[in-house]
């Protein structure tokens, strides 16, 4: 769906004609993608007319993936084989 909204704004229906969904998913997918901001409406008529958010609004995307990245790291210090549970 994100694929067909690089194409080009479109409702949710058109958009998933692009993708070759169903009406029914895209109509799903397209609530949840706007729900998660991925998707935004350009046109407040009915239907919505949704597209992909501007440039500006993107870096919150990179922001939440730098956070999800940052708490997968893994610790830089492993305790020693000798170390009591107590003192861990």
């Known amino acids: ?6 194409q080009g704004p479109g409702t949710a229906i058109e958009l998933g004609n692009r ?8 109509r799903v997918s397209a609530s949840r993608l706007v729900a ?11 239907p919505a007319v949704l597209a992909l958010p501007s440039e500006s609004s993107g870096s919150r995307g990179a ?4 956070s ?8 830089t210090a492993l305790p020693s084989p ?3 549970f107590e003192d861990l």
Do not use: H, S
């Open 1 to 6: 769906m994100l694929d067909a909204a690089a």
């Open 19 to 26: 993708a070759q969904v169903g009406r029914a998913a895209a």
């Open 36 to 46: 998660r901001g991925d998707l935004v409406k350009a046109q407040d008529t009915r």
């Open 63 to 66: 922001a939440l993936l730098a």
């Open 68 to 75: 999800a990245l940052q708490a997968w790291q893994r610790p």
């Open 82 to 84: 000798d170390a009591r």
